[in-house]
């Protein structure tokens, strides 16, 4: 069991371009969370979704950021028109169950540093 | 005001040292977390609690429902030990979790 998998571990992108972030959830996960962690700050929660379905996206930015979780495939944080305010390590995390705090696994996360 | 709060924000202790870390929460919780982050690395689950004490070789975390708070004690520290660590509640309604900002530790040899 591999964990959860995040790749890259660091991207780096010119200001305007776009940054996709996969996080591939543990074997039997189906509910994956995404965070953001800001420099010197603490981890803030940003979205929250099923397999093909979006269940809580109320800390995503409401412009240039989405999130899917598709049927077959890990799930894509996608950040569109990249500024350098976006430059943090972003977290994925899963579970196997709505609500669940047992098996809830995070992974290793993605640098992201715009330039 | 953030829903939770740890303390203290950075500590250094000598190597053999009993460290606590203490974090208090304002939400209604099912369950609290315990986290560790090494510079640079990610995020590894220590403990997950609901109620009373577990303990994990030389750590031990306890909280107190009642009063809102959790402690994380580590005893005979070790610079291995130096990292982050970061306090983590599962509220009891909606699918969020709230994270302290963590506790930088480090242990001088």
């Known amino acids: 069991n591999a964990g959860v998998m995040q790749n890259p571990r660091h991207l780096v992108r010119r200001r305007g371009q776009e940054a996709r972030l996969r996080c591939s959830p543990m074997?039997?996960?189906?509910?994956v969370y995404w965070y953001r962690q800001l420099p010197e700050e603490g981890l803030k929660f940003m979205v929250y979704?099923?397999?093909?379905?979006?269940?809580?996206e109320s800390g995503m930015p409401k412009e240039r950021f989405s999130a899917e979780f598709p049927k077959e495939g890990p799930s894509i944080l996608r950040i569109q028109q990249v500024v350098r305010g976006d430059s943090a390590a972003y977290f994925c995390?899963?579970?196997?169950?709505?609500?669940?705090?047992?098996?809830?696994?995070f992974g290793s996360g993605t640098r992201l540093t715009v330039v | 005001k953030n829903e939770v709060e740890q303390s203290p924000q950075n500590l250094t202790a000598q190597e053999g040292e009993f460290i606590t870390i203490n974090c208090s929460y304002s939400?209604?919780?099912?369950?609290l977390h315990w986290l560790q982050q090494h510079p640079g690395g990610g995020i590894v689950s220590l403990f997950m609690?609901?109620?009373g004490k577990k303990k994990h070789g030389r750590l031990i975390a306890t909280i107190n429902i009642q009063e809102k708070h959790s402690s994380l004690h580590i005893t005979a520290s070790h610079p291995r030990d130096s990292a982050v660590y970061i306090c983590?509640?599962?509220?009891?309604?909606?699918?969020?979790?709230?994270f302290g900002t963590g506790t930088s530790l480090t242990v001088i040899p």
């Open positions: 995390a899963s579970s196997p169950s709505q609500g669940s705090n047992y098996g809830y696994t």
């Open positions: 074997k039997g996960h189906s509910h």
């Open positions: 979704l099923q397999k093909e379905n979006i269940i809580d």
């Open positions: 939400v209604g919780i099912s369950a």
């Open positions: 609690l609901s109620s």
């Open positions: 983590a509640v599962a509220a009891n309604t909606g699918n969020q979790f709230y």
